[in-house]
């Protein structure tokens, strides 16, 4: 079966510190991979998809990038953090394709900028 | 710009009652739609999948309606339960990028 692993759970991060937070999938393969984050009260705002290794798309303007350097691994990183970036960040897959698949999330990682 | 609406005030309904979410789009023209659900602190779940040619679908006490000509979608938990109180989410699904509507919280009080 399928499974999403990101990590860590838990930051948190001095304001101008780097972030790296990872995600891997297992049990699928060519999956499309997103990162969202969702700030205190607020809904889930999509920060990047990718459809294949090395495919990567943003879908808002920020200090934040995405890379996918393998076919089931997605690292959301910034250089230098800033206190908007504290929120929950979740990494999602689901199959290839535009089909109606499901989105399936993995546990979240919580971020706090200081 | 594509947009997704979403009850935006808390629903609060006694239980045994059924609730009824709204979703309304903007710009999208979906081939699905889904739904989620997500608890405090924890990642969406899915809940249901409707398709653009199905007017209605059904799991257990839920109920997903699709309208592409009003471009809105109804769901509807009957014989709520407190356990039912959670945000619910739903997403139009339209090319890659998956956005979510900002979703209605629930509560169901006994």
């Known amino acids: 079966s399928q499974t999403i692993h990101q990590w860590p759970a838990t930051l948190v991060q001095p304001v101008g510190s780097p972030l790296s937070l990872e995600c891997t999938v297992e049990?699928?393969?060519?999956?499309?991979l997103y990162w969202y984050r969702q700030a205190a009260g607020r809904g889930l705002q999509l920060l990047f998809y990718s459809v294949g290794i090395g495919q990567i798309s943003s879908e808002v303007p920020q200090n934040l990038s995405a890379s996918r350097p393998q076919d089931r691994q997605f690292i959301l990183s910034s250089k230098k953090l800033l206190l908007s970036d504290s929120g929950f960040y979740l990494c999602?897959?689901?199959?290839?394709?535009?089909?109606?698949?499901?989105?399936?999330f993995g546990e979240g990682s919580w971020l706090t900028v200081v | 710009s594509q947009k997704i609406e979403q009850n935006s005030e808390a629903l609060n309904i006694q239980e045994g009652k059924t609730a009824t979410l709204t979703c309304n789009y903007t710009n999208y023209s979906p081939a699905y739609l889904q739904w989620y659900r997500q608890d405090p602190g924890r990642g969406p779940v899915f809940l249901l999948l409707?398709?653009?040619?199905?007017k209605e679908k059904r799991k257990e006490r839920l109920k997903v309606t699709f309208d592409t000509t009003l471009k809105q979608s109804l769901f509807h938990i009957t014989a709520s339960q407190p356990a039912d109180s959670a945000t619910y989410l739903c997403v139009p699904n339209s090319g890659y990028a998956l956005n979510f509507g900002k979703g209605t919280s629930l509560l169901v009080t006994p």
């Open positions: 999602a897959w689901r199959g290839s394709g535009v089909s109606g698949n499901t989105i399936y």
């Open positions: 409707i398709r653009e040619n199905e």
């Open positions: 049990g699928t393969s060519n999956p499309n």
